[in-house]
């Protein structure tokens, strides 16, 4: 089943509007006035129009020439989430101001609800103008942003000039973010899931860990004076700091049928991952991630905005799967699980039992469109799974 | 998102100048008053925020209301393009007052360019041609400034951004500069479309179509009071001076031009037969009695008559205006005519006047020789008159009692009472007609205002009345009664309707006499054995000579000539024209092209000659060869230089790349980076004949934070050449010659700024 495309309109480089005809009509109606009647005004009045008319064709060609455009994109959009595009318009032109002028996407529109289109109102001869466009992105994964088009009907509405032009951007989508309940996140911090240990290392304000030689410039709050005393030279405690709880968010993108219902729930999937991953490393959570994507992706966990990217890329970019199926993760999630770290599978799948046989105790599992999930996973309403994968994996027709 | 706020001033503007178009073009006053009362009321609104638009339904009704007054005048006989105008300006202003959106301005400007259309086919004057530049100029740049409101507005729609996204200052820098595009386009747009409307005007056909959907304009300038081919006394009113123009008349005695120290009597037509209308017994007027043989004249309009000059001949170019007049006017004993286009015309040699076949439509121009002096009639009509064959026709009842005042002594002195009734020419005929005319003027007041006696004269025979009671009256009183008091006593009189023009109508830049309807006169010509001749028995109407103008005077007929210059060659550009200016051009690109090519050939003849002798002669060679090394030499000079010059820039390159600091880079590079950070090069030469020296363990940046000592205006300035510093060198920015020209001229003003804050002789400075 395709999904629908926005409609891209393409405008022919050289066209009458109807206002055009219709002056058109009228300056045809004023030359037979002038021929009819014998006020010599007329024709100057006729000629007037006719020169109208040829200036305003010369004023849309120079209007668009030499007209430079530079997208400025974001560094990261998701979908279902509202974006601001900047197209920055250069006109090098030395004498005339352009005017008017309308911007449209001809390719890599498909990766957003419409065709992303801008309107720049003046841009002064031999200065820039920015423009910011509004967009929302529908489908996550790379999108090449080649082909589009400049368009203006200025001076008078009579003529509509387009030219094309090319420039190669890309833009990748990351999949859509929800809210995620803190109460999802409190328990996967829980030491009493399986695996998950406090791994006491130095540096916090925790617990006592050891001693140290006290430099200049440390607390003296944290001076030992029994063990200084001892000593004869000053040492300081150490304290303990909590490592923070490690994650490894396996993927199951799995789809056995094609069908509608299942690549939105594999959608659904990505997504509440992309979510969970974004959420827990804005808390300081370490999380990895291990995913099919034509082969098997691991990435360790790590935190960092960097990480945070890299994660979500992958997330974005993953293809489609129809080779390893939910056990095949789960078996390859185990096989890198370390200890301290807190597995969690999100599948498409009802949960059955021998899936949570397999993760007892090492892995939590969640389904997509199981209430747990909706309760702990709140989507903006803008997001549609059922067309938010890339458009090389759209369904096929039941 | 954008506020152009330039539309709606501009669009009040355009809409105020199509209404006084309108209203110069129909010469009504009170109708602009009326529009422009409405329009500023509405404007007010606007502006004060209190404008709220009328409900559709009431817009409907005061429309249909428009309609049916606009419909009640079209009963009533006014030009039908009349009431479409005044419908459009009604429209127009139902339209101010329930503007709500785009459509109804795009409605306002469209009603506005037919009012200014229907206009422009009425009238032709100068001060509306003027107008109508004007409302071309402000409605193009009214329309540029309307497209772009409605293209934001419909962008505004379609891709409407949260206003949250949007950077006010990138909105700001989009309206940067937006009145200067504004006016450049607005220029291009006029230049280009006067052009064409120039070329249009000039080498369009005319005349082929004339015509062809009917007939649309007004009536044409018609002579509504003033001159008329109808002479009755049923209407008495207070009769207002027009000063319609109706010719231009260019007079030339011999071949000497008349400067305007001649009167001018332009014969019309002749009426001599007197009497109450037989339909309408109170009614009392003028008409021919009979026509004789009449000349048809159709082919070339070259009119010959039998009058032959025995002195000077009097010749007239005449430029007649549309009238709705049948005549056309010359000078008494009209010889010759002849037209400059194809016109039908007769001549009727009774009474010489000349006879359009149609109504002069459009203006015509013709020329006349005259003699100027008293014809004598053909002689088989001489003789019918003087055996009196050819009687007075005039009412018998009322020459009985004209006859009677006639006589009275104080009128002619008894010289009537002696005229013989038998024969109708006599020696006698001349001096009783100067007597009648002697009396009239020294004892009848001349007034157009009759209204007083509208009860008088209108019981019975008005010129009885005027003669016997009121004594005051128009020149057509005077003619009649002169006219019929000759007739009383037996001698051949008529009545002429024309134009008499004095020195006070010659206008000095066109070197013509303008003649207007303020100029229609009646004279009587009374037949003597000289012929008939010419008396004007009117009081008050001196012979007046061309007296020097005051300045106001001078002005006025200074307009007329540039009005009559502007008919002339801009509202009567015809098709002859169009052909003239073709042919002219022809022949003058054709001449050009032919002594052009004649000049050339004789440049070549003359240099094919001078070498022919320089070449056999000896001293030639010689100084050929001193010019050939002289120019070797200097040649050879120039190589030098330039390489001298070469390998100096390039030493002076790699000393300012040294200076700067990107010697270590590949020589191409430094060359490059060298030629465009001269600008810093010369900053920090000038930073350093203050003593202010970068050391070598800083960035550049860090020595530009070093120079904050410095005023806050230099400061800042250091920084930005830093910045841009940064971004040539490692940037990869190319500064044009323009732009380094510029950066140039601030390190200068800094430079400056340094001097006078560390003149050269103050302690040494080191950071």
Not at chain 2, 100 to 118: C, E, F, I, P, W
Not at chain 2, 268 to 276: A, E, I, N, Q, V
Not at chain 2, 497 to 508: A, E, T
């Amino acid at each position: 089943m395709r999904v629908p495309m926005p409609s891209v309109k393409k405008k022919p480089s050289l066209d009458f509007s109807l206002t055009g005809l219709i002056y058109a009509s009228m300056m045809l109606f004023m030359g037979l006035a002038a021929i009819n009647s014998p006020a010599n005004l007329l024709f100057a009045v006729f000629g007037l129009m006719i020169g109208v008319l040829l200036v305003s064709a010369l004023i849309s060609r120079i209007v668009l020439r030499r007209i430079q455009v530079n997208r400025v994109l974001p560094e990261s959009i998701f979908v279902g989430q509202s974006s601001t595009f900047q197209y920055e318009f250069a006109n090098r032109k030395r004498f005339w101001p352009s005017l008017s002028v309308t911007v449209g996407e001809l390719t890599g529109a498909e990766a957003f609800a419409r065709q992303p289109q801008a309107y720049l109102l003046h841009a002064a001869a031999g200065t820039k103008a920015a423009v910011p466009m509004q967009v929302m992105p529908k489908r996550r994964g790379l999108h090449q942003l080649d082909r589009y088009q400049l368009s203006t009907s200025f001076p008078f509405g009579f003529i509509k000039r387009a030219i094309e032009r090319s420039q190669k951007d890309s833009i990748l989508v990351y999949p859509a973010i929800a809210q995620v309940d803190r109460k999802f996140l409190s328990l996967l911090m829980s030491a009493e899931l399986g695996g998950a240990r406090m791994k006491p290392r130095r540096g916090g304000t925790d617990e006592f860990y050891g001693v140290k030689e006290f430099r200049n410039g440390e607390n003296p709050r944290w001076i030992h004076w029994r063990r200084s005393a001892r000593t004869g030279s000053l040492v300081a405690k150490e304290m303990t700091r909590v490592a923070p709880p490690r994650l490894l968010v396996l993927v199951d993108s799995y789809i056995a049928h094609r069908s509608a219902v299942e690549h939105r729930a594999v959608e659904r999937t990505i997504a509440m991952a992309g979510s969970l991953i974004t959420r827990a490393l804005d808390e300081g959570f370490s999380v990895g991630l291990a995913v099919w994507s034509r082969d098997w992706v691991l990435i360790p966990a790590s935190r960092g905005k960097r990480h945070a990217r890299d994660l979500m890329a992958v997330l974005a970019r993953l293809e489609l799967n129809i080779t390893a199926d939910s056990n095949a993760m789960v078996e390859n999630g185990r096989r890198h699980l370390r200890n301290g770290t807190t597995s969690i599978l999100f599948t498409p799948r009802e949960v059955n039992q021998t899936l949570i046989d397999q993760a007892r105790g090492k892995c939590i599992v969640i389904s997509a469109n199981s209430d747990a999930a909706n309760r702990w996973f709140h989507f903006p309403p803008e997001v549609d799974f059922g067309q938010s994968m890339p458009a090389d994996q759209e369904p096929q027709a039941e | 998102m954008y506020d152009l706020r330039q539309f709606k001033p501009s669009l009040y503007l355009v809409l105020l100048l199509g209404l006084t178009g309108f209203a110069m073009a129909v010469e009504s006053p009170g109708f602009w008053g009326f529009c422009v009362l409405f329009v500023g009321v509405n404007a007010w609104l606007v502006r004060s925020g209190r404008y709220s638009p009328f409900p559709r339904w009431l817009a409907n009704v005061v429309t249909l209301v428009s309609l049916t007054y606009v419909f009640m005048q079209i009963w009533v006989p006014r030009p039908p393009l009349l009431c479409i105008g005044q419908f459009l300006a009604f429209l127009q202003i139902i339209k101010l007052y329930e503007q709500r959106a785009n459509r109804d301005y795009a409605q306002l400007l469209v009603l506005s360019l037919l009012l200014m259309v229907a206009a422009a086919i009425n009238t032709a004057s100068l001060l509306f041609g003027f107008l109508m530049l004007v409302y071309m100029t402000m409605s193009l740049y009214c329309c540029l400034i309307f497209h772009l409101k409605v293209e934001a507005d419909r962008a505004k729609a379609a891709f409407p951004i949260l206003s949250d996204k949007v950077n006010p200052a990138t909105l700001q820098q989009d309206q940067r500069y937006l009145a200067r595009s504004m006016r450049r386009l607005t220029g291009l747009v006029w230049t280009a479309a006067t052009a064409m409307a120039v070329l249009v005007f000039i080498f369009f056909p005319r005349g082929a179509g004339l015509g062809i959907l009917g007939q649309l304009q007004f009536k044409t300038n018609a002579a509504m009071t003033g001159f008329s081919e109808r002479v009755s006394f049923d209407q008495i009113n207070d009769i207002k001076q027009n000063d319609d123009i109706v010719a231009h008349v260019m007079v030339f005695k011999g071949d000497k031009r008349v400067p305007g120290t001649e009167s001018l009597f332009l014969r019309g037509l002749t009426l001599d037969s007197y009497g109450p209308d037989p339909a309408r017994s109170q009614r009392y007027q003028w008409t021919r009695a009979r026509q004789n043989r009449d000349e048809d004249l159709a082919s070339d309009g070259d009119l010959r008559t039998h009058l032959v000059s025995t002195g000077a001949q009097w010749r007239q170019q005449i430029r007649l205006e549309p009238s709705e007049a049948r005549c056309l006017f010359a000078l008494p004993g009209v010889m010759r005519l002849q037209t400059e286009r194809q016109f039908s015309f007769r001549y009727v040699p009774a009474d010489e006047s000349i006879h359009a076949a149609e109504i002069v439509g459009s203006s015509l121009k013709y020329d006349v020789i005259s003699t100027n002096q008293p014809t004598r009639p053909e002689l088989f009509d001489n003789i019918l008159r003087q055996t009196l064959l050819i009687g007075v026709d005039s009412d018998a009842k009322v020459l009985d009692r004209i006859r009677l005042y006639t006589l009275r002594p104080e009128v002619t002195d008894g010289l009537a009472a002696q005229h013989s009734r038998i024969y109708a020419i006599q020696d006698s005929n001349e001096e009783i007609a100067r007597k009648i005319e002697h009396h009239l003027k020294s004892n009848f007041t001349y007034t157009l205002d009759l209204t007083e006696y509208r009860n008088v004269l209108k019981d019975g025979d008005p010129i009885y009345n005027f003669l016997t009671k009121v004594r005051r009256g128009h020149c057509e009183y005077f003619a009649s009664a002169m006219t019929l008091m000759c007739q009383s006593v037996g001698i051949p009189a008529r009545m002429v309707v024309g134009f008499r023009c004095d020195g006070d109508s010659y206008n000095v830049y066109s070197n013509c006499y303008v003649v207007r309807q303020a100029n229609a006169h009646s004279w009587v010509e009374v037949l003597t054995p000289r012929g008939w001749v010419t008396f004007d028995p009117t009081s008050g109407r001196e012979d007046s000579r061309h007296r020097s103008a005051s300045l106001w005077q001078s002005i006025k007929q200074f307009f007329d000539f540039v009005e009559y210059k502007w008919a002339e060659h801009v509202v009567a550009y015809d098709a002859k024209d169009r052909e003239k200016m073709l042919q002219s051009l022809d022949t003058a690109v054709t001449r050009t092209a032919i002594s052009t090519a004649g000049e050339i050939l004789n440049w070549r003849e003359w240099i094919s000659h001078k070498w022919e002798e320089l070449a056999f002669s000896s001293a030639f060679y010689d100084t050929f060869f001193n010019v050939l090394s002289l120019m070797i030499a200097l040649m050879a000079a120039g190589m030098f230089a330039a390489i001298i010059w070469y390998f100096v820039s390039r030493s002076r390159l790699k000393r300012r790349a040294h200076r700067i600091g990107f010697d270590t880079l590949p020589r191409r590079q430094q060359l490059r980076l060298a030629r465009q950070l001269a600008f810093y090069d010369t900053l920090t030469l000038a930073l350093h004949r203050h003593q202010i020296v970068r050391q070598p363990h800083l960035t550049a940046k860090e020595f530009a934070n070093t120079l904050v000592f410095l005023p806050a205006e230099s400061y800042e300035a250091i920084r930005r050449l830093t910045r841009l510093f940064y971004r040539v060198r490692f940037g990869n920015t190319d500064l044009n010659p323009h732009r380094q020209r510029r950066v140039e001229e601030i390190v200068h003003r800094l430079a400056e700024t340094l001097e006078k804050l560390f003149p050269r002789r103050r302690a040494w400075r080191k950071t």
